[in-house]
């Protein structure tokens, strides 16, 4: 089989571009931006780590190494990416009558198990923000004096003292300002927090004592140090949702730029080499945002009877770089899909083998090709589909080749079941086991010509939510 090269969509450049990395002898080395673990995480935020999970899937079935971070923000994001207002994390801490540290601990648990659930790969470290604030101090303390300026409210960032400031972004735009509060005293409105001080009188369950007063750091300021503490400046790439394009990202940048000491030097330096990002996840309402109110969370779709494998499914079946509608049908799709999959692979692993007249190399080409098309999963699920109908190659032969494809696209085909499925939703009033003895009821109706008895019982099954799904080639089956 002949590799295809990869290449990946910089949205730094927006363009597509050959995938080189930094270190050639070492492993690809990733930074994702994490969840600020105040709340659950919606179906949208898990959409970037699926993301992420693919970008690092799709590396190793590349043959590189892979030293992937992902970030956990527990202090310092204040709501709507503010620089003044609520800090997220004492919100929900002041909401929900517990310790800041105890809604962390919870949400980081959480967090963990959707991701568990979605057989999204560990990353080699998890950096939690709280561990980093010494290094962070200290990374404000270097670009300081030719960067930053002190306000009452904190330390900020001259963006004006870097080159190309939101040259990510592209645009200096009212939706982007509109996010950041007016601070009295800045210079630039994109000016920033490094550092917030507490204001006189009150006392935060996060703080620390810094030369610009007690407080805590600035959003911005995290990802920069743990990726440069982690990684290294550069590193090969950035990961993060669309809307971290705008404003957090450029940021980062800045900061990277003013730490390095390489803006006049090095005028393209950004600390990583190539930024990429997801798009949203919508709903019919817009993009899907927990500020909504209203949210979707994995278990949302688990109580509504939805595998969540379904759910990487659904977002593998979208370029990662299209707006993705969510809809319960789409979910429902996917799950159907899902077993689709799931039951062919059952097939060849119980079928006798045979020799095969072809060879599967034709279709690895095709999906190699796709996943090295900026990860076109969407064109490589096809291929996946084609290769598992073909009957000139072996029951053996396209079970290898279909197990191999689905170490990048992480969907467990091999591992799963077609019980697995059948989650139960939270509103099911009946269980398996009344389900199958129905069931072979109903067999014994139909065998019986008893087609009122047989109907009468698949309408029982109805109203309890069971769908009865005839036809199916290897047994009867059903879902809830």
Not at 67 to 75: A, E, F, L, Q, Y
Not at 186 to 201: E, H, L, M, S, V
Request: aromatic share 8%.
């Amino acid at each position: 089989m002949n590799a295809a090269p990869l290449k990946l969509y910089n949205s730094l450049t927006r363009s597509i571009e050959p995938f080189v990395p930094i270190d050639p002898a070492g492993p690809v080395r990733v930074y994702t931006c994490g969840p600020t673990v105040y709340n659950y995480q919606h179906i949208g935020n898990m959409r970037a780590f699926l993301f992420a999970d693919t970008l690092g899937r799709v590396l190793r079935w590349k043959g590189y190494g892979l030293k992937h971070i992902i970030n956990i923000t527990d202090v310092g994001h204040l709501t709507s990416d503010a620089d003044a207002g609520d800090d997220k994390m004492e919100k929900a801490a002041a909401t929900q009558e517990k310790s800041i540290w105890e809604i962390a601990a919870h949400y980081t648990q959480v967090f963990k198990a959707d991701v568990a659930r979605l057989n999204i790969t560990p990353p080699a470290q998890w950096t939690v923000a709280t561990a980093y604030v010494p290094q962070m101090i200290a990374f404000a303390q270097r670009i300081a004096a030719q960067h930053c300026y002190e306000l009452d409210s904190g330390l900020y960032f001259d963006v004006s003292s870097v080159p190309e400031y939101g040259r990510l972004a592209r645009q200096t735009t009212d939706a982007g300002e509109s996010r950041i509060d007016p601070v009295g005293g800045k210079r630039n409105p994109q000016d920033f927090a490094i550092w917030r001080k507490t204001p006189a009188g009150e006392t935060r369950q996060m703080e620390w004592d810094s030369p610009w007063g007690r407080g805590a750091p600035g959003w911005h300021l995290e990802c920069s140090v743990m990726s440069n503490a982690q990684l290294g400046h550069p590193f090969d790439i950035h990961t993060g949702g669309i809307d971290h394009r705008e404003i957090h990202h450029p940021n980062e940048i800045a900061q990277n730029q003013a730490f390095c000491g390489c803006t006049d030097a090095e005028p393209g330096f950004t600390g990583a080499r190539m930024w990429m990002h997801n798009n949203f996840l919508v709903d019919r309402a817009g993009k899907m945002s927990k500020s909504a109110g209203e949210f979707l969370t994995l278990q949302t779709l688990v109580d509504r009877g939805i595998h969540p494998l379904a759910y990487r499914l659904m977002c593998l079946s979208a370029h990662y770089r299209s707006e993705l509608e969510f809809t319960w049908e789409g979910a429902i799709a996917a799950q159907t899909r899902l077993k689709r999959l799931v039951q062919s692979i059952e097939k060849l692993r119980a079928a006798p083998d045979k020799p095969s007249r072809t060879s599967a190399d034709g279709y690895r080409s095709r999906f190699d090709e796709a996943l090295s098309d900026d990860l076109n999963t969407a064109r490589a699920l096809p291929v996946l589909d084609e290769l598992l109908a073909d009957k000139a190659l072996s029951p053996a032969d396209r079970f290898a080749a279909a197990e191999a494809f689905d170490a990048a696209l992480g969907l467990e085909l091999a591992a799963l079941t077609r019980a697995d499925l059948r989650v139960r939703p939270a509103t099911a009033t009946i269980d398996a086991v009344d389900i199958e003895a129905k069931l072979a009821e109903r067999r014994e109706a139909r065998a019986a010509k008893d087609f009122a008895r047989s109907d009468a019982l698949r309408d029982e099954l109805a109203a309890a939510g069971v769908e009865v799904m005839d036809g199916d080639p290897l047994g009867w089956d059903w879902k809830l």
